[in-house]
């Protein structure tokens, strides 16, 4: 089976949260007895949790301040141990860990990414394996200031890092596929003579190269920055690769690559994009992606949710007699809720939207069983078919979100052998907002993905992910993650625990979040 995740990129697995009793050397002895067991980790409250142990003093020192013991010390010295006086600290390196307590052996809580920005506490907390210090975070959690984190808002990664991924949208970048050969990987907007050096003769957006479409899909070009237009080299992030560098450039990107770009400039009668690695490629010579029109259903009435699987579907309504008349189309992968009745034999299925569909153009989705008690307790939980190839969600017994996803090629076959998806009951592990990964059904399209959107591990390798490289949701196709549309997997990232913190890119949770069932 080929993995999902190339080794370089993938995020290593948090582990448990044993080490938070180290955290009691930041206090007076008085408080030695505040200190309790592990800190539950994010994604799963205490009042979800019941019998969960009283929070550690570092969990502590980042609550409200009632909850210090007031032996532990002036008043000042405790609020500067704690974010919310408006100082800050800045992401300089690709991933940026939090841990759960301020030292490396502590368990990682998620991690920031390059440019982003984040309220700390006034007064490093301990510097333990850390020279810079440890800084307590928003909304938990400790970074170390040093080659992944800076005090310095006008650092020259936050500089060259205009904005961040647009969380929440389909798409949190604007994606492009590269052209053959690959674009090279500029370290500053080049003047015309440094393109002529290195490329030869640029195409320009005049040329067939480029067209108006990409140029539609990507939208208006970005003012310049200060940085950019100051002409200055770009910085490489902590953990991005730089393989060669030349005065110019860094080489080209590997074959058949996509990126996901922060922003693009007009410079010399071309067109320039970011990418998030901070490299700059000519985008004449690549191709944007297309956006793929498929969303999911959200399931706000009593039902069960339906797609439409064909072309050309008429709707019916019933008019003042009662009788079916042509009323409009229903396009292709549209979702439905079908309200239980039907008429003409079984023929037409009602909608809650008021149409009629002919039940033969529809694929219905099995509503799933509570097989753990997770359900009747009233928690979230996401119910995968491999033969249908849709993905409902559920809070307790109540479906509230369904869609179309693309599980592995293998079908039903052993994962071990096969590009199956795997089968069981799992629960999401880690989440982030973007991933690299190069092991998705590329032979056919791109070998190098960056970026790919809201990626939710729960087995290994195997994740929940938007894809933006193919649109054949509703058939097989991945190598063994569940594909999803952007749409639906930004509006899933949202829903799913263990929940990301605004300004992180990824968060992890050892012991589950949402649980994830998948079988035939």
Same mark, same amino acid.
């Given at each position: ?14 582990g ?25 980790p994010p994604?799963?409250?205490?009042a ?42 800045a ?30 506490a ?9 020279p810079?210090g ?10 170390c ?53 290195v ?38 992030p ?9 005065? !110019?450039? /860094? &080489? *080209?990107?590997?074959? $058949? ?8 400039f %007009?410079?010399? +009668?071309? #067109? ?102 997770? !359900?009747? /307790? &009233? *928690?979230?939980?996401? $119910? ?8 409902? %969600?559920?809070e +307790?017994? #109540? ?19 096969t ?11 880690e ?51 569940v ?36 079988? %035939?």
């Open positions: 089976m080929t993995a999902c995740l190339s080794p370089e990129a993938r995020v290593r697995r948090c448990r949260l044993d080490r938070l009793l180290l955290a009691c050397a930041l206090a007076a002895s008085a408080l030695a007895a505040a200190c309790g067991p592990g800190e539950e994604g799963r409250s205490a979800a949790q019941p019998g969960a142990p009283e929070p550690t003093l570092a969990a502590a020192i980042l609550a409200e301040p009632q909850t210090v013991d007031a032996g532990a010390g002036p008043a000042a010295t405790r609020e500067a141990l704690r974010p919310g006086r408006g100082d800050k600290l992401s300089i390196a690709m991933r940026t860990f939090v841990y759960a307590a301020p030292e490396r052996r502590a368990a990682k809580l998620g991690y920031l990414r390059a440019g982003a920005i984040v309220e700390r006034a007064a490093p907390s301990g510097d333990d394996g850390c810079g440890w800084y307590a975070v928003h909304p938990r959690g400790f970074v200031v040093g080659r992944g984190a800076s005090l310095e808002l006008g650092h020259d990664v936050v500089a060259a890092t205009p904005a961040g991924p647009r969380r929440g949208e389909p798409y949190p970048y604007r994606y492009v596929v590269s052209r053959k050969p690959p674009p090279h990987l500029y370290v500053h907007l080049p003047s015309e003579a440094e393109q002529r050096r490329e030869g003769r640029p195409r320009g957006q005049g040329t067939p190269a480029w067209s108006r479409r990409d140029e539609a899909l990507l939208g208006e070009p970005d003012p310049l920055t200060p940085f950019f237009a100051s002409h200055r080299d770009l910085p490489k902590f953990g991005a690769a730089e393989k060669v560098r030349f005065p !110019a450039h /860094r &080489g *080209r990107a590997r074959a $058949d690559s996509a990126f996901g770009l922060i922003s693009t %007009a410079w010399t +009668g071309r #067109r320039f994009g970011l990418t998030t690695e901070l490299d700059l490629i000519p985008i004449d010579r690549t191709s944007a992606v297309t956006p793929t029109a498929m969303r999911g259903v959200e399931v706000k009435t009593e039902g069960t949710p339906a797609f439409v699987m064909h072309h050309g579907v008429r709707t019916l309504k019933q008019d003042a007699s009662g009788e079916l008349r042509p009323d409009g189309w229903a396009p292709r992968r549209s979702g439905w809720v079908l309200t239980g009745k039907t008429a003409a034999g079984g023929a037409y299925a009602e909608t809650d939207a008021g149409a009629w569909i002919p039940a033969s153009a529809l694929r219905v989705a099995r509503l799933g069983r509570d097989f753990w008690g997770h !359900a009747a /307790r &009233g *928690r979230k939980w996401i $119910d995968i078919s491999i033969e249908r190839q849709m993905l409902v %969600a559920y +307790g017994m #109540r479906p509230v979100f369904a869609t179309l996803v693309s599980t592995g090629r293998g079908e039903l076959g052993d994962p071990a052998t590009s199956a998806t795997v089968q069981g009951t799992f629960f999401i592990r989440k982030h907002v973007t991933a690299t990964m190069d092991g998705d059904d590329l032979s056919e399209t791109s070998v190098d993905l960056r970026d790919v959107p809201y990626v939710q591990y729960f087995h290994n390798s195997y994740a929940l992910h938007g894809v933006y490289w193919h649109d054949a949701f509703g058939k097989v196709r991945s190598s063994g993650c594909n999803l549309a952007p749409a639906d997997a930004a509006w899933l990232f949202e829903w799913t625990d263990p929940p990301v913190p605004e300004g992180w890119h990824a968060a992890f949770n050892a012991k589950g979040g949402t649980l994830v069932f998948i079988h %035939a």
